[in-house]
């Protein structure tokens, strides 16, 4: 094991014990004034509740405001916040009052997608470190000006693909970069995990205390509907990026890492994004207002000649079984053995089914909170840096699903991230428009 693994792990694991704190716990001791990261949050309720816990509980940060358009969201959040830091974050409707508080030194975002790429960009332009929930944006173009925006004014961005920070994942790479698996060629990641229809409900009036023309921010202006609203707008176009962004790019994001280790393994330049993209699927399944696909299959080409690589991810969110064991994971396939990762192991196979090599360890954000923190201090790359590896990451989901509405496969062009000689599918790299005020800041 080399020396900065045995550090890495050293570090994670103290940082795990140092941050294992469950969200009815009592305060916990902080790091001086001074050596707090001040933090705003935008979102409260959802993945931003997870995270204003973590957070809270980290020793070394203080949340001093939380901003959300529902003011039935605040409650759990300011309490848990209070609670674990010992004093409690200043609450408001609008996120820009956390970018213009200039002793606001991070912006943690755990927001809608279409909420994620105007926030971020402004934080990086107000001097500010981000932590931004996957994927990265709402559409491609999104994320390349948040990587333009993160490079020019020299910003730590972190995703919350929180899985990369985890010994799990870590060790799993590292058993591949040991080259036991022998050549590798082909990966897999997959959704089988069931859920369940959202129906057609009909437009109403908003909740009291709900900003409603703030939640639709850049997106075509709509009434209100429940299925527009919290937990449902995943599945819509103007929001969301389907179930593909939603839990999908977790299990692309670990195959790409295992990827990457092969090619360590093997002596390889780094696979970079695919070069061809193809979807197939649709609404086959779910009779209600969804727009993604239920039921999808995706095939992504890596390179050409010998060192091609394919990564296939396969969506049954309406199966209520594992496969390959796990409800929703990722597979390295050499031509000595396999690898089958989930959210709390991965084991390793050989050529008869014998177990190479495996590891426990679970998904929580924890690890992933204290490497942000730390690279905010060290202005090192933290562990799912926004442009190289966070984005990639986002970039498979929005092609898949762009591959999967055009019905075609498309050929990715790496440099401008545009497909060539398509401009159906270019045209759905963006948002056509962004309903003022809310443009998109260049």
Sequence with gaps: MSLERRSFLKQTMTSMAASHIAVGATRVSKAVASERVRVGVMGAGGRALSLIQTFAANTEVEIVAIADVDDSKFGPGVTAAAKLQGSEPRMEKDFRRLIDDKTIDALVIGTPDHWHAIP????????????????????????????AAMRRHNRIVQMGSQHRSTIRLQSAMEFVQSGKLGKVHVAKAWESTKQGAIGFPKDSEPPTGV????????????????????????????????????????????????????CIAQG???IGLPTTIFANGGKWHFDDAQEFPDTMQVNYQFGTGMNSKLLTYEMRIWAPYTYLGEPEGSAIFGDRGYLVIGNNRWVAYGRGGEVLGQAEGDSHEKPHVQNFIDCIKSRAKPFCDLETVGHPASVLCHAGNISARVGRMLTLDPTSESFVSDTEANELRGRKEYRKPWLLPE
């Design 120 to 147: 971020t960009i402004l934080a990086c332009q107000a001097g500010k470190d981000v932590y931004v929930e996957k994927p990265d944006s709402h559409n491609i173009i999104e994320g390349m000006r948040m990587v």
């Design 211 to 262: 900003d409603y023309d703030m939640w639709i921010g850049p997106a075509t202006k709509r009434p209100f509907n429940v299925n527009r609203f919290h937990g449902k707008w995943r599945w819509l176009y103007d929001f969301g990026t389907g179930d593909l962004g939603n839990d999908g790019v977790h299990r692309l994001d670990m195959a790409v890492a295992l990827l990457q280790s092969a």
């Design 268 to 270: 390889e330049k780094p």
